[in-house]
Nanobody
Framework: QVQLVESGGGSVQAGGSLRVSCAAS????????MGWFRQAPEKEREFVAG????????YYVDSVKGRFTISRDNAKNTLYLQMNVLKPEDTAAYYC????????????????WGQGTQVTVSS
C-alpha cells in the first residue's frame, strides 16, 4: 500500500489561502485515484476533493467548490490542495488517501490514515 504524509497546514485569517501537500512513498503513486478529507473537532471525517490518475479530472464537495483546487504531480509523488477564501468552517485536520475509484468519496478499505495536517481559520 502507498504511504502518505500530509504537511503544510497552519493558521490563517478568514479570506486567506493555504496549500497543503501529501507526499507519497511505497507503491506507485500514479496508480491511485487520490482524495483529500478533513475532520473537524467532534465531527466525522468528510470527503473534500478527488482527482483522477493523471490529474486532468477532479471533483469537490459543494462547500469548497470554487475555493479549493486539488492537483497532483506524479513525477514528484505529491498531491496538493490549494485552499483560497478560507472560512472558519474550513478549520479541520486535513488528510489525503487513495480512493476506491474515481467519482466516489470512499478511501480504499483498510487504508491506514496518517497524522493529517491541521488548518485553523480565524474570523
Amino acid at each position: 500500500q502507498v504511504q502518505l504524509v500530509e504537511s503544510g497546514g497552519g493558521s490563517v485569517q478568514a479570506g486567506g489561502s493555504l496549500r497543503v501537500s501529501c507526499a507519497a512513498s511505497g507503491r506507485t503513486f500514479a496508480n491511485y485515484v487520490m482524495g483529500w478529507f478533513r475532520q473537524a473537532p467532534e465531527k466525522e471525517r468528510e470527503f473534500v476533493a478527488g482527482i483522477n490518475y493523471s490529474g486532468y479530472y477532479a471533483y469537490y464537495v459543494d462547500s469548497v467548490k470554487g475555493r479549493f483546487t486539488i492537483s497532483r504531480d506524479n513525477a514528484k509523488n505529491t498531491l496538493y490542495l490549494q485552499m483560497n477564501v478560507l472560512k472558519p468552517e474550513d478549520t479541520a485536520a486535513y488528510y489525503c488517501a487513495p480512493l476506491v475509484t474515481y467519482g466516489v468519496r470512499d478511501a480504499i478499505p483498510g487504508y491506514s490514515w496518517g497524522q493529517g495536517t491541521q488548518v485553523t481559520v480565524s474570523s
